[in-house]
C-alpha cells in the first residue's frame, strides 16, 4: 500500500474531498523505488481503468520524471469533487490501493483552474 503524504499537511486530501465544487483536477505525485517501477506501472494501470469507469472521470495522464529515479505525476480532470470522492472512498478503489509496492509514496492534491486575463480561461 503506498504511503500517503500530503502537499499540504494543512489541508491533505481528506480533507479537500469535502469541498463540492468542480470541475477538479487531481495531481498526485508518486516516488518509488526502481527495484518497484514495473510493478507500480502495472497497478497504476490497473487503477486508473477502474476510475475510468466511474461517474464524473474525464480523463487522466501519468508522466515519468526524466532521470534515473522513479518519480511520476499523474493527473485526473473530474466533474466535480463529489465525483472524485464516491471514486477515491469506493471500496474496491480503497482495495486496490493496497497492490501498489511498499516504496511507493504518493501525494495526492486537488486543485481547480483559474482564470489569468490573457494568459488562460477558467
Not at 486508473?48 to 466511474?54: D, E, G, Y
Not at 518519480?71 to 474496491?92: C, G, I, K, M
Amino acid at each position: 500500500m503506498p504511503q500517503l503524504r500530503p502537499l499540504d499537511p494543512a489541508f491533505p486530501i481528506e480533507r479537500q474531498i469535502g469541498i463540492e465544487t468542480g470541475p477538479v483536477v487531481l495531481v498526485n505525485l508518486f516516488t518509488l523505488e526502481a527495484a518497484d517501477e514495473q510493478a507500480f506501472l502495472k497497478v497504476w494501470q490497473d487503477d486508473a481503468a477502474f476510475m475510468k469507469r466511474q461517474p464524473g472521470f474525464i480523463s487522466t495522464q501519468l508522466h515519468r520524471a526524466i532521470g534515473d529515479n522513479p518519480t511520476y505525476l499523474n493527473y485526473a480532470v473530474w466533474q466535480s469533487t463529489a465525483d472524485f470522492r464516491a471514486a477515491f472512498t469506493h471500496p474496491e478503489f480503497r482495495a486496490k490501493i493496497s497492490a501498489y509496492p511498499a516504496s511507493a509514496v504518493a501525494s495526492p492534491h486537488l486543485f481547480q483552474r483559474i482564470a489569468v486575463p490573457g494568459i488562460c480561461v477558467a
